[in-house]
Structures are given as C-alpha cells and as structure tokens.
C-alpha cells in the first residue's frame, strides 16, 4: 500500500510542477466564466450529500456556497465535481476545479511534495474505528488479528499500518475505493472493523438497521485536521479561501446571525461590526481580497455563521447530532478562532 501512496505522490508532484505557472489569478478566471468549481465528496452524510431534487448539501458544500456568496452574492453559481479519494489531488493539479472541499486532511507531505494549500481547518476530526458489538471487545488494542476495512489511497490506510505496527499487532486489510464499497462490505460483514474520520463512522452508524448493534470504539488514533485545498502560488485566491472561513468564524463570534444580521446591520453602533459587514464609512476591507465592501454581509446573509453550518450539518439540528466538542469557538472550550477582520 506504501508503494502505490508513493507512486502517486510522484505523478502528482510532476503534474503539479507544470500547474503554479499556470494557476495565477483563479478568482478572476472564477469572475470571467460566472461559477466556482468546486470538488465534494462522492456521498458522505453531514458533508456532501445529495437531495431527491438533485441539490447537493453538507458542511463541505456549505463552504463553496460561501465562497460562490462572497464572489456572486449567490451561493447556487457553483460547478460541482464529486470526486473519490484518488480523484480528489489530480482534479485539483489538472485544474477540474478551483477548490478541493472534500473531507480532506491537512499534511505535511500533502502540502510540500503535491504543492497543495491547505488552510484553514473547518473541522478538527480524528480517525477511529466502528464495528459490529462483541462480547469482550471494547478496545481497538483488542483487534489484533482481524480484518478491517478502509478506503484506499488515504491517510487513513497509512495511519492504520502505522498503529498496529506501532502496537505489535497484526490485521488483514479489505481496501476499496470508494466509500460506498466499504459501507457495504462492513454492513455485510466481510470486515471486523471499519476506519475512518469519525464524523464519517457516525454517518454509517446512523444508516444501518440497527444502530444499537454497532460500536464506536474509544480510541482517536490520529488528528484529522480537515480543511480545504486550493493549488500553491496564487496567494489573492487563498486569501479569499481563508477569509471567507473566517467570516463566518467572526460572525459567530459577534453573535450575527442569518436571522439577525440585517438589523445588527443597520443598528449597530460597534466600529468592529461596523468595518465587518461593510457600513463603515472609512476603508473598505473587501477590496484588499478582490471583493467587494459588503463581501462578508453576503457570506452571513446566506449561509449563517460557522455555528449554523455546523448545527445543520453536523450538530444538533441535523441527524448526526455530533457535539461541538473541538469544534466549538475559542471562547468556549474549543480550537475554531479567527484573527482580526481589520
């Protein structure tokens, strides 16, 4: 499995030699043509899913929606390209789409040898394992010996060989490509365990029969910072990428609302949400990013603030009901926080 991660790594780093050139000023070429391309996941619930009239939705699409609102004032102007896991960098570096928002996990190598850029962190996940309820087994330091189902060309792949080397322990692993592939080895019990990203393992415990039968065992064997990756060297468009998360983070953090920011706008005598949402009278921080005044009132207007995005997708309005947990603001415990929109 090593080889073939490698071997892809080397393609990939090929392709993204002949792509920076290439690859400057992506959102005026996103202005020119009239939509954003962007690239999701295949089917993942709370991420990328898509509804019976043929719209997709999720968290990951949530943040193309607020780039296509900064940009247009519209979050539907969007191309969207469901890509697997092996799909995801080489649609990126051929440029197929502008942006990869895909439940994709920011690392080292993944940055320097692909020359990818990834920032910022939507969401602070870790990898873990589910499986079927046994007698005896609470533990994934118990699995030694079973088969356990992952999906191929991942860190997941990676940091499951690395853990059970680490611990002395042996496995047997049921490699597919495709998501859909392992849900339904594990659900037909070709496999012992199932890992991954664990917001994806509560999406599969949610959609089984039975959901009591299953168990998400403890352990979090590796941080999953999940953030979205745009192409190095075109430093206007990752300002936008990263500024446009932190809108949503700031508004939060202000108490603005989809519901509300129409007459915070209009009322508020606060100089910071003033230069925020674009009614300041001097200055016009939108025109520092290629935007224009009122680039983040268009963000809040639309899509709500990082806390509502959460919520509908993930949290507690949703069906996954995941809590907050990490992925709460600063001031509450949690790792989500932004810098100063001045």
């Known amino acids: 499995m090593y080889r073939d991660f490698f071997i892809g790594i080397l393609c990939l780093t090929i392709l993204s030699c002949t792509s920076f050139s290439a690859n400057a000023n992506v959102l005026q070429e996103i202005k020119k043509r009239g939509f954003l391309k962007c690239g999701i996941n295949t089917g993942l619930i709370g991420f990328s899913e898509i509804k019976a009239n043929g719209e997709w939705k999720g968290f990951d699409v949530d943040f193309c929606k ?56 939507t969401y602070f996940d870790g990898q873990g394992f589910i499986m079927y309820k046994k007698e005896g087994i609470s533990s994934v330091k118990q699995l030694s010996g079973s088969s356990i189902c992952v999906q191929a060309g991942t860190t997941t792949e990676l940091t499951l060989a690395d853990y059970f080397k680490a611990h002395n322990m042996t496995y047997n692993p049921i490699v ?14 070709r496999c012992d ?7 994806a393992l509560y999406a599969l415990k949610l959609t089984t029969d039975k959901p009591s039968e299953h168990i998400i065992l403890p352990e979090i064997i590796s941080k999953s910072p999940l953030a979205p990756a ?56 939108g025109e520092s990013l290629g935007l224009t005044k009122d680039w983040a009132y268009r963000i ?36 989500i926080y932004a810098p100063p929109i001045r």
């Open 66 to 121: 607020a780039l296509s609102s900064a940009i247009f004032d519209d979050p539907s102007k969007i191309h969207y390209l469901p890509l697997n896991a092996k799909e995801r960098f080489i649609s990126l570096q051929s440029k197929q789409i502008d942006i990869l928002s895909r439940n994709t996990d920011w690392t080292l190598l993944r940055e320097t040898a692909l020359g990818l850029a990834f920032r910022p962190i």
């Open 176 to 189: 597919f490509e495709r998501v859909e592939e392992i849900d339904a080895a594990y659900r037909a019990h």
């Open 193 to 199: 365990a199932y890992t991954g990203d664990q917001s």
């Open 230 to 285: 745009i192409i190095q060297g075109d430093s206007e468009w990752y300002n936008v990428v990263s500024w446009t998360h932190y809108a949503m983070v700031t508004a939060e953090e202000f108490g603005i609302t989809k519901k509300n920011i129409d007459q915070i706008r209009r009322d508020t005598i606060n100089p910071d949400i003033q230069r925020f949402l674009g009614v300041d009278k001097n200055g016009n921080i």
């Open 300 to 335: 809040i207007k639309h899509m709500g603030n990082y806390g509502e995005v959460f919520d509908r997708n993930l949290g507690k309005d949703s069906i996954l009901k995941i809590p907050r947990g990490y992925n709460s603001l600063w001031s509450k415990g949690g790792l």
